[in-house]
């Protein structure tokens, strides 16, 4: 009997380890999600995306032909991944399970339409991204001010004019559980011009990644409501690459690469001794 079927891919090198299981049967187990994700003892990435019909998932969904049960390396659940959604549609166009073209995808932050584009690039319909305050965080000895934006999962976009590519943070900064009482994703954001955004993150449930689609979100929201504007769009630099926000009245619009990097089985034995 072959082993459990992956695939690896990765959206500005936000990296993940997608599991295709249509009729939700994998134990997707905390233990099992961390040693995928291990670097070491598993394949490595930052997340895992696991491939299920709405159906046979704890979301229903009535717009979606998919869901997307998305694990960060922790091995904690969250609602959303913007570069997941895009890795998670290239795959579904590229197996043959959905018409390439527009599309909806089922996240526990609620369905998600996508476009895929004809040169590998995915536009993601992000829904709003919700201001909803101000608070603080202290990474490397220094104390940011951002704005808390929710883009169906949690953030602390903070725009600085501390160079972000000086900032340590192999460490979990610091923040204010009182208004993050689920954790927070913690972005740090330089405004290079009117328009153009670069960022680092620090990832609940991951630690520092090379990106975050919904952290890019979450920065141009940041930023355009420190300048007094609540729509317009940039790109945003981050270490993996180059994304592009729009951000409107009503919605927000993520657009940026989805790349599929290797595929196959994993060892039957090793799956079942976790
Ligand atoms: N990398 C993702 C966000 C993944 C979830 C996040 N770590 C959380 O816990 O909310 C993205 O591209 O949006």
């Known amino acids: 009997m072959g082993g459990v079927e992956f695939l690896k891919g990765h959206g500005t090198e936000n990296d993940f380890v997608l599991l295709p299981d249509p009729d939700g049967v994998l134990d997707l187990t905390e233990a099992r999600v961390r040693a995928l994700c291990d670097r070491r003892r598993g394949l490595g990435a930052d997340g895992v995306l696991r491939v299920v019909r709405p ?52 996240t526990r932050g609620g369905d998600k339409p996508v476009v895929v584009h004809p040169d590998g690039g995915v536009t993601v319909d992000m829904g709003p991204a919700r201001i909803t305050g101000e608070s603080t965080t202290k990474t490397d000895g220094v104390e940011f001010t951002g704005v808390g934006v929710d883009v169906g999962n949690p953030h602390l976009a903070c725009v600085t004019d501390v160079p972000v590519a000086t900032l340590d943070l192999t460490e979990q900064p610091h923040f204010d559980p009182a208004v993050f009482p689920n954790g927070v994703n913690l972005e740090f954001v330089n405004v290079l011009r009117d328009g153009a955004l670069r960022m680092r993150v620090h990832e609940r449930g991951v630690g520092e990644t090379r990106s975050c689609g919904t952290g890019t979100v979450a920065a141009v929201a940041s930023w355009l409501h420190g300048t007094g504007r609540s729509t317009g769009r940039a790109t945003v630099d981050v270490p993996g690459g180059q994304v592009t926000v729009v951000v409107g009245e009503r919605t927000a619009t993520l657009t940026g690469p989805a790349v599929l990097v290797a595929r196959g089985e994993l060892d039957q034995a090793w799956w079942d001794a976790l």
């Open 55 to 106: 159906a046979a998932s704890d979301v229903a969904s009535a717009a979606s032909p998919w869901f997307m049960d998305y694990r960060n390396a922790d091995g904690s659940i969250a609602e959303m991944c913007g570069n997941g959604v895009r890795v998670f549609a290239h795959y579904l166009v590229e197996a043959g399970l959905v018409p390439a073209g527009e599309f909806v995808v089922g």
